[in-house]
Nanobody, 125 residues
Framework: QVHLVESGGGFVQAGGSLRLSCAAS????????MAWFRQAPGKDRDLVAA????????FYADSVKGRIDISRVNAKNALYLQMNSLKPRDTAVYYC??????????????????WGRGSLVTVSS
């Protein structure tokens, strides 16, 4: 089983940038499709972005398109989320997750097999 640890969260002013990282350990990272979800207080855990095992296909929530980029480096067992032009509504705990099945369509919360513990991102106005 792959163990996931997020890092890079923090406090940033609106319009700023952050880069989240997810370090994976355990079984072969490159076999798994990966995704970032986020959960704001009192709300559901929603997809932010996802990437297939080979990195050739990505999915983004409409609310982040053009501002956020997901990437992975399989040789480093690493997943990234570059977030630009951040807005207060981006404030949430961000979770890294993997799926044993590759993504043919946009993944959902219930389709993921393992989660990290999350990293808090706070965007001030």
């Amino acid at each position: 089983q792959v163990h996931l640890v997020e890092s890079g969260g923090g406090f940033v002013q609106a319009g700023g940038s952050l880069r989240l990282s997810c370090a994976a350990s355990g079984r072969t990272f490159s076999n798994y499709a990966m995704a970032w979800f986020r959960q704001a207080p009192g709300k559901d855990r929603d997809l932010v972005a996802a990437i297939t095992w080979n990195g050739l296909r990505t999915f983004y929530a409409d609310s982040v398109k053009g501002r956020i980029d997901i990437s992975r480096v399989n040789a480093k067992n690493a997943l990234y989320l570059q977030m630009n032009s951040l807005k207060p509504r981006d404030t949430a705990v961000y979770y890294c997750a993997y799926s044993i099945a590759d993504f043919a369509v946009e993944p959902t919360y219930h389709g993921m097999d393992c989660w990290g513990r999350g990293s808090l991102v706070t965007v001030s106005s």
